[in-house]
């Protein structure tokens, strides 16, 4: 039997966690021909050989290196790189992760030129469609074939809105997938010496902070909230700050990094502080966020991982596309409310956390039900 060819598009680096059970599951298939694209969305310069072998897949077949830029340039430019290689590639499938300005831009093209196009995390909604991801959400499913959902809230989205049964495939989370493969090779995977320090000097308890969404750093008022609820819990235990570039050039704009202490500060323990530090990669920034008492995060795939490992989180956010992390989960949506951010806080660090499970089928094996769908579509 001829091999089918699929593309399969990531954006940015988050994307990459995402496609790579995926893709390994792929290449031990018989039935397919597969292609990595990254579109350069993002330009990463962690993203070396190194970063591809850690996830244990090969480096991009494609690199489109369109770059940052405003949502109408992205997606334009994503459009006109993608259509070349699929005129001379002629893919049978595309596939796309996510909600970013790549997954739209590809999936455009897909249909444009006949290919199956398949969306995994399909069907997430918000119902804030103030947020640019929301609407990648809705028109990428709009045009979707094959829809791979992470929760049967998504599952019933799709079907709400009309999609057949018969193309929507509740598989569970690939990026769960990707969390557990990276807990597996923590111990020879490597971490880099500062992190390994910091970690041994802290003692007890401690807080993981992310945040970029333009909603939180962009506006003064709203960023000084937060940083000054997290400081007032700093000043109990430690809390952790990789500092996304936006966010910390923000802090500075306003006039903010009063708040901020540095996590490279010589010493011995750390029982307290809010410890601001440049970003992390994955691996270092897991070896963190595992062992926190408290996530506290504006992300959505960090909503996910502390629910498969039940660490308690708080999403600064008013709402969130994967409510089952909410519903079952460890996830409590705590918005720019100050006194609810600190009063749940308290509650996790004291351990009256909520009652939470794990989502069904959040085992790490997502990539292989994809793969056993995909080859079924092929007749195998």
């Known amino acids: ?33 597969t292609s990595i694209v990254h579109t350069g969305q993002h330009y990463d310069h962690n993203m070396s050989g190194s970063f591809f072998a850690e996830l244990g897949i090969r480096r991009p077949d ?3 290196e369109v770059g940052s830029g405003s949502h109408a340039f992205q997606t334009a430019a994503v459009m006109m790189k993608f259509e070349e290689i699929c005129l001379k590639g002629q893919p049978d499938y595309v596939m796309v992760v996510g909600d970013v300005n790549s997954t739209i831009a590809a999936g455009l093209v897909a249909k444009k030129l006949s ?10 909604r918000s119902g804030d469609r103030l947020m640019p991801e929301e609407i990648n959400r809705l028109a990428t499913d709009a045009i979707t074939d094959i829809f791979f959902t992470t929760e049967k809230g998504a599952t019933g989205n799709l079907v709400s809105a009309g999609c057949s049964p018969g193309q929507v495939h509740f598989v569970g989370n690939v990026m769960i997938d990707n969390l557990f493969y990276q807990l597996g090779r923590l111990e020879e995977a490597a971490v ?33 909230t937060i940083l000054a609820s997290v400081g007032e819990l700093a000043r109990e ?14 802090i500075t704009r306003f006039g903010l990094d009063g708040y901020l202490s540095e996590a ?8 307290q502080g809010f410890l601001c530090m440049p ?39 008013e709402n969130t596309e994967r409510p089952v992390t909410v519903e079952v ?52």
Request: charged share 25%; aromatic share 6%; with cysteine.
């Open 115 to 124: 290919a199956t196009l398949i969306h995994v995390e399909a069907g997430l």
């Open 329 to 380: 989960g460890s996830n409590l949506i705590v918005g720019s409310d100050s006194d609810r951010l600190k009063a749940e806080s308290r509650k996790a660090l004291s351990g009256r956390w909520k009652p939470c499970a794990v989502p069904e089928l959040w085992d790490g094996r997502s990539g292989e039900r994809i793969k056993i769908v995909l080859e079924g579509s092929c007749g195998i």
């Open 1 to 33: 039997m001829k091999k089918k060819k699929i593309f399969v598009v990531a954006g940015a680096r988050p994307n990459f966690m995402k496609i790579a059970p995926i893709v390994r599951a792929l290449d031990a298939s018989r039935a397919f021909e």
């Open 62 to 64: 494609y690199n489109l």
């Open 192 to 224: 880099s010496d500062e992190v390994a320090a910091l970690k041994e000097r802290l003692c007890g308890r401690y807080i993981c902070l992310t945040m970029h969404r333009p909603s939180n750093v962009d506006n003064p008022e709203v960023l000084e």
């Open 237 to 250: 235990v430690p809390v952790l700050f990789p500092c996304h570039p936006r966010t910390r050039k923000n």
């Open 279 to 317: 970003p992390l990669g994955y691996n270092d920034f897991l070896y963190l966020w595992k062992d926190a008492a408290l996530v506290i995060t504006d992300s959505g795939g960090l909503q996910e991982e502390t629910t498969a490992l039940e660490i308690p989180c708080l999403t600064i956010r």
């Open 264 to 271: 490279g500060i010589n010493g011995g323990a750390v029982e």
